[in-house]
T-cell receptor, first 116, second 111 residues
Framework: GAVVSQHPSWVICKSGTSVKIECRSL??????MFWYRQFPKQSLMLMAT?????????EQGVEKDKFLINHASLTLSTLTVTSAHPEDSSFYIC????????????FGPGTRLTVL | ELKVEQNPLFLSMQEGKNYTIYCNYS?????LYWYRQDPGKSLESLFV?????AVKQEGRLMASLDTKARLSTLHITAAVHDLSATYFC???????????FGTGTRLKVLA
């Protein structure tokens, strides 16, 4: 497998503030990472594909100006939730893709965001 | 557009019993993955199925893939309480690296 970390593991913020979540690939260089969002008792929904050195590709319905993704190095992608609102409260999970083995993705431990 | 459905959504079963979870998907794909999620946690990889007819087993769990029927099954044998969790299948959207997740099956094994 692969080792993926996220930081922070949980965060509580006030409405209107911005929150940055980090996703690190610890044991290989990842040109592609993915960001998912999971609301309580629901499935994972892909938000965007993060590409090292280029702009992220956002899924339909995800506001790119609200969810800023930066993939400046081969081991780090960041997701910034700007002007957070209570409806942004969710579990955010990142993953990395490793070539070979059927392009299997390896998931981070997740970050729980609560917006008050 | 690829859609992935699982059934049942909820499953309550007695210890020692057998049951099967189904994952159906709508368009061609030959890569399917099964994950387990415990409450408040991220995903734990269970199985990677990469071809038609693939069958993999680990302990009390066995997964199979029929790409012609666009169906994967996760079979539970002699369930134990520790298997209580939510199980997700995910299908690789052909031509991309993206995963589309199933709706999830929340399993509760009663002692």
């Amino acid at each position: 497998g692969a080792v993926v970390s996220q930081h922070p593991s949980w965060v509580i913020c006030k409405s209107g503030t911005s929150v940055k979540i980090e996703c690190r690939s610890l044991d290989f260089q990842a040109t592609t990472m993915f960001w998912y969002r999971q609301f309580p008792k629901q499935s994972l929904m892909l938000m965007a594909t993060s590409n090292e050195g280029s702009k992220a590709t956002y899924e339909q319905g995800v506001e790119k100006d609200k969810f800023l993704i930066n993939h400046a190095s081969l081991t780090l992608s960041t997701l910034t939730v700007t002007s957070a609102h209570p409806e942004d409260s969710s579990f955010y999970i990142c993953s990395t893709k490793r070539s070979g083995r059927g392009n299997e993705q390896f998931f981070g431990p997740g970050t729980r965001l609560t917006v008050l | 557009e690829l859609k992935v459905e699982q059934n049942p959504l909820f499953l309550s079963m007695q210890e020692g019993k057998n049951y099967t979870i189904y994952c159906n998907y709508s368009t061609t794909s030959d890569r399917l993955y099964w994950y387990r999620q415990d409450p408040g946690k991220s995903l734990e990889s269970l199985f990677v199925l990469l071809s038609n007819g693939a069958v993999k087993q680990e302990g009390r769990l066995m997964a199979s893939l029929d790409t012609k029927a666009r169906l994967s099954t996760l079979h539970i044998t002699a369930a134990v309480h520790d298997l209580s969790a939510t199980y997700f299948c995910a299908v690789n959207d052909s031509g991309t690296y993206k995963y589309i997740f199933g709706t999830g099956t929340r399993l509760k094994v009663l002692a």
